[in-house]
C-alpha cells in the first residue's frame, strides 16, 4: 500500500474554474502536510503546507486537513493556464525525521 | 529567484569520471537534502544533513558521496555512476530542529551520464 496517494491525472478543468486536488496518506502519526507545484523541466515549488485541522487560505489557494479521514486537499480558485503543472502531495511522518513521503503527483491542465 | 542555489545546472559525465554537485543556502536553515528525480516521477530522498550531520542515508549507492562543510553548504560528489543515474539531482533546505520545517528545493543539476 503506498503512503502517500493523489487521485489520478490528468486533471483537466476550464480557466476560471475551480481545481480541486486530493491526497491520502496512511502514517496516523503524520504532523505537517505540504502541496507543491512542478512546472515541466522545472523543480518543486512550494506552494502551501498545513499542520492542524481545517483550511488555510493563501491567496487563490485553499488547503484543507483532515487528520481523521487522513485527508489533505488543495483548491485553486480561478485556474488560470499558467497553473497548468503537476501538483505533488507530500507527508512529513512525526517519527520519521525531515523525511518527506510524497505521493506521485497529479498533472493539472487548464483549458483556456 | 530561489533561495538554494545548486551548480551547475546541466553536467554530462563519461562513468569514468569524478565530479561534484553543489549547493548552497543563506536562509539559516539547518537541514539539508539530496533528492534524486526521474522523469514523470516524484522526488526520491537520498540524504538528509541535520546541523550539518548526516541524519539519513537512504541506501544510496556508495558512488553517491555526501559532504556537509558547514550549515550553508551542502556538496554531492559523483563517481563511476552508471547510465541510469541520469536525473535531476535537487537540494532543499529547512530550518530543522523539533519541526523541519517546510523543505526549499533549488533549481536542481540535471545529470547526463554517457
Known amino acids: 500500500q503506498k503512503e502517500v496517494e493523489q487521485n489520478s491525472g490528468p486533471l483537466s478543468v476550464p480557466e476560471g474554474a475551480i481545481a480541486s486536488l486530493n491526497c491520502t496518506y496512511s502514517?496516523?502519526?503524520?504532523?505537517?502536510f505540504f502541496w507543491y507545484r512542478q512546472y515541466s523541466g522545472k523543480s518543486p515549488e512550494l506552494i502551501m503546507f498545513?499542520?492542524?485541522?481545517g483550511d488555510k487560505e493563501d491567496g487563490r489557494f485553499t488547503a484543507q486537513l483532515n487528520k481523521a479521514s487522513q485527508y489533505v486537499s488543495l483548491l485553486i480558485r480561478d485556474s488560470q493556464p499558467s497553473d497548468s503543472a503537476t501538483y505533488l502531495c507530500a507527508v512529513n511522518g512525526g517519527n520519521q525525521g525531515g523525511k518527506l513521503i510524497f505521493g506521485q503527483g497529479t498533472e493539472l491542465s487548464v483549458k483556456p | 529567484d530561489t533561495e538554494v542555489t545548486q551548480t551547475p545546472k546541466h553536467l554530462v559525465m563519461g562513468m569514468t569520471n569524478k565530479k561534484s554537485l553543489k549547493c548552497e543556502q543563506h536562509?539559516?536553515?539547518?537541514?539539508m537534502y539530496w533528492y534524486k528525480q526521474k522523469a514523470k516521477k516524484p522526488p526520491e530522498l537520498m540524504f538528509v544533513y541535520s546541523y550539518e550531520k548526516l541524519s539519513i542515508n537512504e541506501s544510496v549507492p556508495s558512488r553517491f558521496s555526501p559532504e556537509c562543510p558547514n550549515s550553508s553548504l551542502l556538496n554531492l560528489h559523483l563517481h563511476a555512476l552508471q547510465p541510469e543515474d541520469s536525473a535531476l539531482y535537487l537540494c532543499a533546505s529547512s530550518q530543522g530542529g523539533q519541526s523541519w520545517g517546510p523543505q526549499h528545493f533549488g533549481d536542481g543539476t540535471r545529470l547526463s551520464i554517457l
Open positions: 536562509m539559516g536553515h539547518r537541514a
Open positions: 502514517d496516523r502519526g503524520s504532523q505537517s
Open positions: 498545513i499542520y492542524s485541522n
